[in-house]
């Protein structure tokens, strides 16, 4: 995923948001994305979800500026 930074930088904020500090998992983004944890991979899924639905609707993406 080193090539799309836009799903990289979106995973990232969901792995943040969702999983805030060590009490939730063990490792920051870049050691669960090196590893593939389950909980990267998760904000992978959400991530690629989400994007898909932002370039969808274009309208959608004027609601969160």
Do not use: C, K, S
């Not at 990289?8 to 904020?13: C, G, V």
């Not at 490792?27 to 991530?47: L, Q």
């Amino acid at each position: 995923m080193q090539h799309d930074h836009q799903l990289r930088a979106a995973a990232r904020a969901i792995y943040e948001t969702v999983y805030p500090g060590e009490e939730w998992t063990p490792v920051n983004f870049d050691e669960a994305e090196r590893f593939g944890t389950v909980h990267y991979r998760n904000a992978v899924a959400a991530a690629q979800n989400a994007l898909a639905q932002l370039r969808n609707d274009p309208t959608r993406q004027m609601i969160l500026i």
